[in-house]
Structure formats: structure tokens, C-alpha cells
């Protein structure tokens, strides 16, 4: 029972930190990094609480040394995915219960933790597992996630305080239940703050939740899991499983008290767990909440009057930051003939200033690693095809070496064809192609943006001239969930731009927005009349 209507701290997004060379905060990452490198760690699971090992164990290696063991981490058995479901469902009733605002310290504790003792743990932990660099871990792994657990802290006291009218008499409140069941959290590599806030988002509303982190992020997941621990989230609200996700999510999926899914990964997979939540229909005690963050084929679209560097800057960050491996990454480009060269050219310097792809901890490289092995041949093949194909060829980069680590040089493909594979299908690497449109053709060019790609995720129109930036906002608005003007289509920031996009890329339920958090409960209507009325007769039927 509340005992007072409180208002939290108001969120702020956290300052990104330099790591310039001689900064404290460079020297704690780097000492972090070596630390951690140079130890052998065993993961476990965690269900209710309790730390879980198997002798069934898969290796740890950083994506730019594959051949360096940091650790292992244990597979699931089907009997301990039923425990931890089981667990996750009796621990429900005391955490639903529990006041808002003491779930509310508790998140607001873990934000605290990561914005300090555990920020170069986190930072360190992204880098060797995820390879990435110091700048992208420190706006992912530390900032994003302290914003999300920040702004959701609010988002949730402003939920809970919308309330509707009551009229003369009568008293109508609203609750904000948590779901009845458990929610199942599919987590991606690319990013540890989504892989924090999927489940972390469903449990601060109240809900239970199993987590299933992907295999190639397991070591930051980890670190996420000690910073919840170190904030008070008590035993069997998350519990964490990893192993083979098909065992996995057919537990999840064929329970009965299974009540959503919170998810961010590929659209084929998002595609075959909707049909399976479908077919399972009767299985479930209430219709499950389906929330999905997929693919994209983003773009960035340069009119006549854009200044040349800022397109070609939009390009080199857009494309080639944390190696392409965002779903939100700039892949497809269309340039106008009156500037496409200077662009190119100018694209071609900033990838020719890169270091060669390399480690993370030199924090000199731009470019690290693809995350792993299956990612690298899928983009050599691309690459390879482009060499060949009559009607593309590789104006940039084009190299790639895997002996140490996965190593892809940012590449530029230019196509005469705008229908080019790689012009639609998502690689999810540091691989750009480009279409070159005639300036006079600059209204049929935003009809062929629209049209050639499944996804909507994100996009970027680059533009001097007002009137044709109104006419690609209206043109492309079903084409991106996140668009930007004059910007690179990356980097949305928790509490400034809600994340998420339509058609193939998700269900646009916007990451970092009130939106998401009223995904995970179920609103229950109370109203209760003081006087109550003891005559059935309505003043209609008087004589």
C-alpha cells in the first residue's frame, strides 16, 4: 500500500565521457580491459538467485583475437529452463506486489552503479566481448543503459499518475498491473544497454522474466547481471539462461503462463516467433504482448544543395561506426551526379585515415571486429560478388583477414543498378552501397527509397533547401521509424528519440518512451460509486 504520491528524480542523459589520451577515465578502462583479458572466467546462469553451471561449456573469445580465451560460459538443460520459469512464476506475487517506488530505488540504484563503480567494469567487458571501441561502449554499455533505466524510473511514475475523470459521485482510478505470467527476453550482441533494458524494463513494471542473452554477449551480460545484484533486485525477478535458443524459447513459448515477448534481433527469427506464439494460442492463459526490435536496410539520401562533407561524414560515421552493426547503420546511399563524386572522394580519404581494423584497446582504430566467424564469410561473400558483378564495383576498401580477427575494411560498393543485392538485403557490417540518381530525378528518387526495402527502421535525408526536405518527410514517413534531417541515421538518445521502426524492422514500440513501458501491464479500471442508487427505474419511465 502507497503512502505517498513521490516524484522521482528527474532524468537526465549522462554525460559521454572523452577517454582522451592521459584522462583518469582512460587509464581505469584500460587497466579494466587488461584485467579482465588476461583472467579466465566461468559464467554461470542465474536462477533464483543462485548461480548455475553445467558441464556442457562453450569458450569465450574476443572478436579481434579469436584465438585469446577469456573464459566459458555453460549451456542450459531443458529441466533448467523449466526451473527457471518455475522459479521466475513464484516469485511473481511478492514482486508485483511490492510499492513502485521501491522497485523504482532499485533501478535507480543499478543506474548509479554503472554511471560509477561499475562503469569501466561494463565498458571493459564490451569491449573484449563485443569488440567494441572505447567511444561506442562508452555510449552503449555505460550512458544508454544508465538513460534507460533513468528515464523509464520516470516514465513509469508518469503511467501510474495518468488517471481518468470521475464524474459526480463516483470515483474512477486506474491500475497498472504487472502481466500475468512471465515475459521472455531475447537480447542481441550489438548492444549491452538493449541487452539490460529488454528485461529490466518488463521487471521495473512489476513483471518476472526469463532472459536469454545472446551467446556473443554473454560476458557483458554478465556484468549487467552483477550490477542488478549489487542494487537490491531480489532473487528470481530475472533469471538468466543461455544455451541453445530453439530448446530454449520452445520452454518459453510452450508454457502457459507466458505472457510476452520483449525482443531485438534478426526479422526472420522475430517472424518465426510470432507464428509460433500464434499456434500456441490455446496454450496460453491471456494473449501475449509481442514487442520486436528487427532489421533495417537504413539510408541516407543526399539532395543537389547538400555541402559534400557533411554527406560524406554522414557516411564514414553512419556506416562504418561499431563496424556497421547497428541495426540502425547506414547501408544503402543515393547520391546526386552533381556531387557523388566529391562525396565518394571525400568517403574514400576519411576510410584511407582509418588504422587498419584492429583491437580495441588501441584506442587510436576506428574499425575493430565483426562479431564473429558466420558474420565475416557473409560479408566476404558480398564483397567478392561485388568484385565480379558487371554492375557494381568497390570504390573504397574492399580487404578482409580473419587469421587474428575478424577483420572486414570498411567498403563502399557502387551499383548502376539501384535493385543491387546489396542494396536491399541487410548485411549487418561495415559494407555500404551506393546508387548515384540524376538531379532532375530527385522526386522519383524518394518513391524509389520508399519501395525497394522491406524495413523501416531508420533513415537520413541531407538537404539545403526547405522545400525538398518537406517533400521527402512526407514522401518517406512509412520508410523509418527514427528519421533524421542533416544527421547520420544512428545514435538515437533515450529521453530525446524514441527507438524503433515498422514494416519488417519491429512492432515501433519506441525503446527509451512511456510507449514500451505500457506494453508490460495490464491496466485494470476500478470505479466505485458512493451513494448506490436501490431503485432499477430511470427517470424515463415516469408517467
Known amino acids: 500500500m502507497g503512502k505517498g504520491f513521490f516524484e522521482v528524480p528527474t532524468a537526465i542523459n549522462e554525460p559521454v565521457k572523452g577517454y582522451a589520451p592521459g584522462s583518469p577515465e582512460r587509464a581505469e ?3 579494466q580491459y587488461e584485467e579482465f583479458y588476461n583472467q579466465q572466467i566461468d559464467i554461470p546462469m542465474f536462477i533464483g538467485g543462485k548461480e548455475v ?55 535507480l540504484k543499478a543506474a548509479e552503479l554503472i554511471a560509477g563503480p561499475y562503469r569501466a567494469k561494463i565498458n571493459a567487458a564490451t569491449m573484449i566481448a563485443q569488440s567494441k571501441t572505447i567511444h561506442q561502449a562508452e555510449i552503449d554499455a555505460a550512458c544508454e543503459l544508465i538513460d534507460f533505466l533513468r528515464f523509464n524510473v520516470e516514465y513509469m511514475s508518469q503511467i501510474y499518475a495518468e488517471q481518468p475523470d470521475s464524474a459526480e459521485g463516483i470515483w474512477n482510478r486506474v491500475e497498472y498491473r504487472p502481466l500475468e505470467g512471465f515475459v521472455y527476453a531475447i537480447t542481441p550482441f550489438n548492444f549491452t544497454a538493449i541487452a539490460g533494458n529488454l528485461p529490466a ?22 556484468v549487467i547481471v552483477d550490477v542488478f545484484k549489487a542494487a537490491g533486485l531480489p532473487d528470481g525477478v530475472i533469471n538468466v539462461v543461455y544455451g541453445d535458443p530453439v530448446m530454449v524459447t520452445d520452454k518459453a513459448l510452450g508454457h502457459a503462463d507466458f505472457s510476452g515477448l520483449h525482443f531485438t534481433g534478426s526479422t526472420d527469427i522475430f517472424k518465426k ?3 509460433q506464439i500464434g499456434n500456441n494460442i490455446d496454450v496460453y492463459k491471456t494473449y501475449p504482448r509481442i514487442v520486436g526490435e528487427t532489421g533495417g536496410k537504413d539510408f541516407i539520401l543526399a539532395h543537389p544543395s547538400a555541402p559534400a562533407q557533411q554527406v560524406a561524414t554522414a557516411i564514414s560515421r553512419g556506416a562504418f ?5 547497428k541495426c540502425s547503420a547506414a547501408s544503402r546511399v543515393y547520391l546526386p551526379a552533381s556531387k557523388a563524386d566529391e562525396i565518394l572522394a571525400s568517403v574514400k580519404a576519411d576510410i584511407e585515415s582509418f588504422n587498419p581494423p584492429g583491437s580495441p584497446a588501441d584506442m587510436s ?44 575494411e570498411p567498403t563502399v560498393i557502387k551499383t548502376t543498378d539501384p535493385h543491387y543485392v546489396t542494396m536491399e538485403t541487410e548485411l549487418f557490417g561495415p559494407v555500404v552501397t ?31 533547401d526547405r522545400y525538398a526536405i518537406e517533400e521527402a518527410t512526407t514522401a518517406l514517413e512509412n520508410s523509418a521509424g527514427n528519421f533524421y534531417i542533416n544527421d547520420k541515421p544512428t545514435g538515437a538518445v533515450v529521453g530525446q528519440q524514441p527507438f524503433g521502426g515498422a514494416r519488417a524492422s519491429g512492432t515501433n514500440d519506441k525503446a527509451g518512451s512511456a510507449q514500451n513501458l505500457l506494453r508490460w501491464v495490464s491496466p485494470r479500471l476500478i470505479k466505485e460509486t458512493f451513494v448506490t442508487p436501490e431503485d432499477y427505474r430511470y427517470p424515463f419511465l415516469g408517467k
Open 434 to 464: 551506393v546508387y548515384v540518381y540524376q538531379d532532375e530525378d530527385w522526386s522519383s528518387v524518394l518513391k524509389l527509397v520508399d519501395t525497394t526495402s522491406i524495413y523501416a527502421l531508420t533513415g537520413a535525408v541531407l538537404s539545403q
Open 365 to 408: 582504430n576506428f574499425i575493430t571486429a565483426v562479431i564473429h566467424e558466420g558474420s565475416f564469410d557473409k560479408l566476404a561473400s558480398y564483397i567478392d560478388g561485388a568484385k565480379s558483378d558487371s554492375n557494381a564495383e568497390i570504390v573504397a576498401g574492399g580487404n578482409y583477414d580473419k587469421s587474428k580477427g575478424y577483420f572486414i
Open 201 to 222: 524494463s518488463a521487471a521495473m513494471m512489476g513483471n518476472v522474466v526469463l532472459w536469454k542473452p545472446s551467446d556473443s554477449q554473454i560476458y557483458s551480460a554478465k
Open 53 to 107: 553451471r553445467t558441464a556442457n561449456k562453450r569458450p569465450l573469445s574476443p572478436p579481434h583475437d579469436h584465438q585469446h580465451q577469456v573464459g566459458e560460459y555453460s549451456l542450459a538443460t531443458e529441466e533448467l529452463v523449466d526451473k527457471a520459469i518455475s522459479n521466475a512464476l513464484e516469485s511473481r506475487s511478492k514482486w508485483a506486489s511490492m510499492r513502485w517506488e521501491q522497485r523504482a530505488a532499485i533501478f
Open 29 to 31: 578502462v584500460l587497466k
Open 321 to 325: 561506426e561499431f563496424q556497421g552493426q
Open 273 to 275: 516467433l510470432w507464428k
